[in-house]
């Protein structure tokens, strides 16, 4: 059996890994890498396999970084099923025709500049809308703790992640030569306690382990100081300073958790009635599809949800559907608070809206999640005085503020008490998804604290197991 580490590995962006036995072949994720100059070429360069000779993909949840490069995966020949949780299925119906729009959008932007610039390079597209849509047509959605056999010498099952809706932690059983053994994925691991979805599934035993490390060089601010910082930003900004809020944050996940916050801090009386504007097409479709499976909502959430139609005077929250009210946004000076996509900044509406307020010092910009390097949100976290948006060189007054305690992802003790939980040390184990620095040194911590033998694998890895 081989393992080679395409993506995510000392990196945290690309996730997807091939999995090579006797008679079968398998992709575990296969997602689009984001940030830096470079990362085009990365989605564009061809695999280490032929498509058409992959049996199938195991996909964890529905981030772009782990699914968007499945449209193209399949464009490019591959046949299979994509086997994943139903609620990533309904989640990808979105996530995917979103990705495949902006792809022809800039794609159409770069013809029409190198038609007024000859000279200048055209890039390749990556996949259309109509490929996207063909690729929907592959996905089969599982439930949590079913055992699925997408190939007579597979077996799998998907666990419940805790990450965002729908995230999976991968058991997965591979018979070769007359030996079984079980391979387990953490996939995206997410940290407990925190709202909306409920915590990561303890998984007791593996023959070969892969864990996510993105966080695995530092703690996460207990939930209770974050939000009294997030609390104080907000009243600072809005009362004091007369302001608005902008908040990058993912369309999946990011979002639904701080609408979540926000509404009970109004809702316990910590907040004064907020005016809370959600300006991504796509966050609304998720929003939507997240209500829709209450069944994977933790108890809070689901009280939560119920409560608010009830009590509409809490928050004054609208989803804007127009480019015309988006840009409407931008005309209000004062007391708004504007979540937009994308999380890291490059793309999307949240651009317009940075272009809008980072000039202007009575406003905060709110950074919630992870910030990939390269990417203009890891510039705006890493102190830069001066951004280019749109062509167009921009001072940075606005104050910066980053609430890591936000996070979807588990920080260090939470990812060495999920790994405590197995019963006995994998044979094997490898550390993905972060950067380089970062999962060496989790590796190295797994070794020191639990005796475990761990490798953090380069790109383009292979491992005869």
């Not at 939000?227 to 608005?244: A, H, K, P, Y």
Request: aromatic residues 6%.
């Amino acid at each position: 059996m081989r393992l080679t580490f395409i993506g995510a590995a000392q990196e945290v962006t690309g996730s997807c890994l091939l999995v090579e036995a006797d008679d079968v072949r398998f992709l575990v994720d296969c997602g689009m890498f984001q940030g830096g100059r470079e990362a085009r070429a990365r989605n564009l360069k061809a695999w280490p396999f032929d498509p058409r000779q992959i049996d199938f993909v195991l996909l964890t949840h529905a981030h772009i970084d782990h699914s968007g490069l499945l449209p193209r995966l399949c464009a490019l020949g591959f046949r299979g099923p994509i086997l994943t949780t139903r609620a990533t299925v309904d989640l990808l119906s979105v996530m995917l025709l979103d990705s495949a729009f902006i792809q022809e959008s800039e794609w159409a932007r770069a013809q029409r500049q190198r038609a007024r610039q000859p000279w200048a390079d055209a890039p390749a597209l990556l996949y259309t809308v109509a490929q996207a849509q063909a690729c929907l047509e592959q996905l089969q959605g599982t439930s949590y703790d079913e055992d699925v056999q997408p190939h007579a010498s597979v077996r799998c099952r998907f666990r419940d992640a805790g990450h965002i809706l729908g995230s999976a932690i991968l058991e997965v059983w591979v018979s070769e030569m007359g030996r079984s053994r079980k391979l387990v994925f953490s996939g995206d691991l997410g940290q407990p306690g925190r709202p909306i979805v409920r915590d990561p599934t303890p998984i007791d035993s593996a023959d070969v382990l892969v864990v996510e490390s993105t966080y695995g060089n530092r703690l996460h601010r207990p939930l209770g100081e974050t939000i009294d910082e997030l609390v104080f930003v907000i009243e600072d900004t809005l009362r004091r300073r007369q302001g608005n809020i902008i908040i990058p944050a993912f369309a999946l996940g990011r979002t639904q958790e701080l609408l979540h916050l926000l509404l009970d801090l109004c809702r316990r009386g910590k907040l004064p009635r907020l005016q809370v504007f959600v300006d991504s097409p796509m966050a609304n479709k998720v929003t939507e599809i997240t209500w829709h499976h209450k069944e994977f909502l933790d108890e809070e959430s689901r009280a939560l949800l119920s409560l608010r139609r009830t009590h509409p005077e809490w928050m004054d929250l609208r989803f804007t559907r127009s480019v015309e009210e988006s840009m409407a946004l931008n005309r209000i000076k004062a007391g708004a608070i504007i979540i937009s996509a994308s999380g890291m900044c490059d793309a999307g509406r949240i651009k317009h809206h940075l272009r809008h307020h980072l000039g202007r010092p009575e406003c905060a910009i709110v950074i919630i999640g992870f910030q990939a390097a390269g990417t203009l949100g890891r510039r705006l976290v890493d102190g830069d005085k001066r951004v280019r948006l749109f062509g167009e060189e921009i001072r940075v007054r606005a104050s910066i503020h980053t609430i890591g305690g936000l996070s979807a992802h588990a920080d260090q003790v939470a990812l060495l008490n999920w790994l405590k939980r197995f019963e006995s040390a994998p044979q094997r184990n490898f550390v993905v998804h972060g950067e380089a620095q970062t999962a060496c040194g989790f590796a190295d911590r797994i070794a020191d604290e639990l005796g475990w033998s761990v490798e953090a694998p380069a790109p383009g890895t292979r491992i005869d197991l």
